[in-house]
Every structure is written in structure tokens, then in C-alpha cells.
């Protein structure tokens, strides 16, 4: 048995799935209805049994709700972070319907280590607001090569109107009280998450190189709705709207 063996047979990979979850629900509540539009979007442009691109994939969160809802889709899960990346090879261990990389979105030259050239659809959510406008803009046009013609790219994140900040002001404090309100009943926030995973016999190792490679927490942009559209199409992709949106967070729809 090998040491991945080992750890598969000894880590309850859902509990950690479900710890996560909980974790990035404290942020955003309506986190599983984003995932339930985007699926929805998914078959409505390119069907039930797709090939998805599951970007900067994290634990495979994505990838489990596609399965879950399209047993004949494939996935790939490409992401840079060790820990959570174990999380993703302990819960699909086994299923051949998926394919974990590592690779960092920041280096042109990561379309290269994906075992296919093109995709029905390049998925991801609350995960590109870890980068800068010029590193997100070059990322849109290398997407705008894996996707399929009449595939598509969808982004749920952060995309911040600056010409609203009143409004903004008064959803942030809302948000940030309600978040404040469910810490008191003992939820996890980002920062303690990641203090029971360094804990963890197993995923200590992968968190401690996680720090390593991005310290606490990454600082990039949420620009606009307009930009993330704009840049877009000017990359490639002919179409480009909201198809959901949060006070805070948008659901962007591509299409090649």
C-alpha cells in the first residue's frame, strides 16, 4: 500500500468536503445556488455529459455537484494548492471520471500539463480574485483557447460596481454582521480552517507548503461586471452576461 493509499484509507475525505463547505458558506450563503445555476447553464449550452474544466479547482467542489447531477460528465481539476488538493485526490480516488493537475494559472505555459486540448466547458467559482487585472486578462485569453467553439466559460467571484459605493457600504456591513452573528455560533472562518488543517496529521505537511506558497491570503482585484464581459469578448468569446447575481457576486456566462 502506498503512502496515498494510506492516507485515502485513513481520512474522512467528506468530513473535510463538508468542513470546507461550511467554511466558505459563512461568506457566502447562497453559495449553492450559484453552483445549481451554473449547472443549469452547463446543460442548457452544452448538455449532460460534458467535458469540464474545473479552474483553480480547490477541493473539487465544482467537479462533485457536476458528477453528482451529470453521471456521465468528466472532469479535470487543475489548482496550485497542495492542501486542498489532497482533499480533491482523497474524495475522487478511484473515479476515473476524474483528473486532478497541479499547475499555476500564472504560468503561460499551464494549458500544457491538462490531458485535453479543448473543453465543453471551463468552470470556476470564488477563486480568480486571487489575481491581478493584467495576470486575470492573459488567464481569459488562454481560456478563450480551451473552450470549444459554442462551449463555455462561467465565473462566480467577487465583481465589485465602484460606481455604487454607498450601496456597496451598506451590503458590506449587512453581510459582515450576519457573518459576525453566525461566528458566535462556533463557524469556521477562513483563518481557523486553516488552523484545524495544519492540525491534521495528514494535511499538515500540504497546508505548511500551501503558506509557502501563498502566505495567508492572496490580494487581487474584483473589478467590474462590465470588465470581466469587456475582456471577454475582446479575448475571444462572442457572447458574455450575468446569467445570477448576489448583492456582491455575479455569475458570468461566456460562450465561445
Known amino acids: 500500500m502506498t503512502d496515498a493509499d494510506t492516507r485515502t484509507a485513513t481520512t ?3 468530513a473535510w468536503q463538508e468542513s470546507w463547505d461550511r467554511q466558505q458558506e459563512w461568506y457566502m450563503p447562497d453559495r449553492e445556488e450559484r453552483f445549481r445555476i451554473m449547472l443549469d447553464m452547463v446543460e442548457a449550452v452544452v448538455g449532460t455529459a460534458p467535458r469540464v474544466l474545473d479552474l483553480a479547482c480547490g477541493t473539487g467542489t465544482i467537479t462533485a455537484r457536476l458528477l453528482a447531477r451529470f453521471p ?20 475522487f480516488a478511484g473515479d476515473d471520471r476524474v483528473a486532478l493537475v ?47 467553439d459554442g462551449g463555455v466559460f462561467m465565473n462566480a467571484d467577487h465583481m465589485i ?19 459576525e452573528q453566525a461566528r458566535r455560533t462556533g463557524v469556521l472562518g477562513w483563518t481557523e480552517w486553516w488552523q484545524l488543517a495544519a492540525q491534521d496529521p495528514v494535511l499538515a505537511g500540504p497546508t505548511a507548503r ?29 457572447e458574455a452576461r450575468p446569467v445570477w447575481c448576489s448583492p456582491s ?8
Open 12 to 14: 474522512d475525505w467528506q
Open 72 to 91: 456521465d460528465a468528466t472532469s479535470t481539476g487543475v489548482d496550485l494548492d497542495p492542501a486542498l488538493l489532497a482533499i480533491a485526490e482523497g474524495t
Open 102 to 148: 497541479t499547475a499555476d494559472l500564472k504560468d503561460p505555459d499551464w494549458p500544457a500539463r491538462l490531458p485535453h486540448d479543448t473543453y465543453d466547458a471551463v468552470l470556476t467559482a470564488t477563486a480568480l480574485h486571487w489575481l491581478h487585472q493584467e495576470p486575470l486578462a492573459e488567464l481569459y485569453g488562454r481560456l478563450a483557447g480551451l473552450v470549444r
Open 161 to 179: 460596481d465602484e460606481t455604487t459605493p454607498r450601496i456597496n457600504a451598506a451590503e458590506r456591513a449587512q453581510r459582515h454582521a450576519r457573518m
Open 210 to 238: 500551501r503558506h509557502e506558497i501563498y502566505g495567508d491570503h492572496a490580494d487581487g482585484d474584483t473589478p467590474s461586471v462590465q470588465w470581466h464581459a469587456r475582456v471577454l469578448r475582446e479575448k475571444g468569446f462572442g
Open 249 to 256: 457576486d455575479t455569475l458570468l456566462l461566456a460562450m465561445k
